[in-house]
């Protein structure tokens, strides 16, 4: 059965509805986030032009975040020394009235770049934080056979 709309004793997820844990720790001061997972099949043509197989496929997973400057500081101490060298854990959970849990883990996170782009004007500064990512769960539900690694 889909979803019954109109939703009268519920909302529907907004960006105030995550809760973003990384590396143990709460953080809130995040103004985005991104992520994604893919799995890319090889293919098997032979002779011919039409498509005769395919393999089961590479997959990849990858992820930027976008922090306020004091945020960044609080992760990257966290980090320690070395901070692009070490794979940390991100739990993104989505919560909201009436709205069933969603939780999508983001195992082995490694920081590979952090950019600074700054204005003048009344917003704050913002840290844009790219990722690689071992593996995404979500809800626990890994995406290929051989899921659910363990760091």
Do not use: W
């Not at 985005?32 to 990849?60: C, D, H, V, W």
């Amino acid at each position: 059965m889909g979803l019954q709309y109109p939703n009268i004793n519920g909302r529907a997820f907004d960006f105030s509805s995550i809760e973003i844990v990384a590396d143990g720790q709460i953080f809130t001061g995040v103004s985005e986030i991104s992520y994604s997972q893919t799995l890319e099949p090889g293919i098997l043509r032979g002779t011919s032009s039409a498509k005769l197989a395919r393999t089961r496929g590479e997959y990849n997973a990858e992820g930027s975040l976008s922090m306020y400057l004091e945020e960044y500081q609080l992760l990257r101490a966290a980090l320690g020394a070395a901070f692009m060298e070490r794979s940390f854990l991100i739990t993104v959970a989505y919560t909201a009235i009436g709205a069933t849990l969603q939780s999508d883990q983001l195992i082995g996170c490694r920081i590979t770049a952090v950019e600074d782009s700054h204005s003048a004007g009344s917003d704050a500064l913002v840290k844009a934080i790219i990722l690689d990512i071992m593996e995404i769960l979500e809800d626990n539900t890994p995406a290929t056979s051989d899921g659910l690694l363990s760091f």
